[in-house]
């Protein structure tokens, strides 16, 4: 699929260019650069005959209106050729469950990687296990052994790349090609390198779904959530969309669209701050293992070199073994780092996490407390400062 921009040209550019072209329509937005934000529910049709025939570019609020179709359009460029349609969901978490609805019947069985977002799992045991779909977790390293787990009924894979809190990076393109030599379909949570640093479609995965409230948003005041699928699973995605109802508040549409245009600086900013924090962590005598793909002794880091170009603002790293009270002065003394869910904004976060509890294909025991990081848009000497504080309260403590 090709895209016009502003001169009607087929749009030639890289990600960088159609992040900031694509979508664009001057003369409909009267030489505006961005879209109006439009809250409608009614279209009204000029003739009866219009009417019968829903003539029009657009018929109904829910089914779109210029706000989303600029911000269709910018995605679909970004995410390439294989994309054959993007829709849109008032959150990260409903982008998923729309697309396990628009894929699954019930009798299906379906596979889930291990590391998967807990929301993830919480609604395929819950719903989906109500509704007569069998979910089977397996190891996010299991690359093509996945076959072994394959039933005649395993209809869909879901994989997500890396875990947004462990970092295990599955071999995608491995998995994607078991699971279509057996009329599989793999979708994927690229919510942490985002379409940019990461082109799944391009990679083997059929839908690939974001939770734009994270980088897309990119400014914590939004959720948000988008699905991106191939010729070959958009029309079940879109068809799934339109019985669920599902769609998104024209405000929220505008911050999207409005976030994207700045994404690739941002995440090159995220990119380079995280890294720098990752290498000074792994220096520190408190940690002793930094999660990061990008580093070249996380054990995903040849996957990571091979299918992203680029690395975001979040990894994990594992303290000394030490009681929750030291844990607990190191959060309570840090500043620049706060303390809350959700990542992908301009600030710095830092949240502790224990995936042992919830795992059922492979074993959490890192050796010692755990803590997610964030690193935002601060200065780097500034976030250091901030954390060798926290360390001092928790060797202290
Ligand atoms: C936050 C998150 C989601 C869910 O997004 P919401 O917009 O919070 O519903 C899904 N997947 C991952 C990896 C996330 O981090």
Not at 175 to 196: C, F, K, Y
């Amino acid at each position: 699929m090709s895209f016009s921009g502003d001169d009607g040209a087929e749009n030639p550019h890289k990600a960088e260019t159609l992040l900031v072209t694509a979508g664009r329509d001057t003369k409909a937005q009267k030489g505006f650069v961005n879209p109006p934000v439009v809250h409608g529910s009614t279209v009204l049709y000029p003739t009866a005959e219009d009417l019968h025939a829903h003539r029009g570019e657009f018929q109904y609020g829910r089914r779109g209106t210029p706000t989303t179709k600029a911000l269709q359009e910018a995605l679909i460029a970004l995410e390439g050729p294989q994309c054959a349609g993007v829709g849109i969901a008032p959150s990260g978490l409903a982008a998923i469950s729309t697309t396990l609805l628009a894929v699954l019947k019930s009798g299906d069985h379906l596979l889930v990687c291990d590391n998967a977002y807990r929301p993830t799992r919480n609604f395929c045991n819950g719903m989906l296990a109500r509704y007569g779909v069998e979910t089977t977790y397996f190891d996010p390293l299991i690359g093509a052994g996945i076959a072994a787990m394959f039933k005649p009924n395993t209809r869909a894979v879901v994989v997500e790349a890396p875990g947004s809190q462990s970092f295990e990076m599955p071999d995608i393109p491995a998995i994607a090609s078991v699971a279509h030599a057996r009329g599989a379909l793999v979708i994927d949570d690229n919510t942490w390198a985002t379409p940019l640093y990461h082109r799944s479609l391009e990679l083997g995965v059929d839908i690939s779904m974001q939770a734009a409230t994270k980088y897309i948003g990119g400014h914590s005041d939004i959720m948000f959530g988008t699905i991106s699928a191939n010729a070959r699973a958009w029309p079940l995605v879109a068809e799934a969309i339109q019985l669920l109802g599902v769609c998104a508040g024209p405000d929220d549409v505008f911050l999207a669209l409005r976030g994207l245009r700045t994404l690739s600086v941002r995440l090159a900013q995220h990119h380079k701050s995280a890294i720098e924090m990752a290498r000074w962590l792994a220096g520190r005598p408190e940690v002793i293992s930094v999660l990061h793909p990008a580093l070249e002794s996380h054990p995903g880091h040849a996957i990571w070199k091979r299918d992203f170009t680029g690395a975001s603002g979040l990894f994990s790293i594992v303290l000394q073994p030490k009681p929750q009270a030291a844990v607990d002065a190191l959060l309570d003394t840090v500043k620049l780092f706060g303390m809350g869910y959700s990542w992908g904004g301009f600030e710095s976060l830092v949240i502790p996490f224990d995936c042992a509890p919830y795992r059922t294909a492979t074993t959490w025991a890192p050796g010692g407390p755990s803590l997610r990081l964030h690193i935002g848009l601060e200065n780097v000497e500034d976030l250091k400062a901030d954390l060798e504080r926290g360390f001092a309260a928790f060797n202290a403590a």
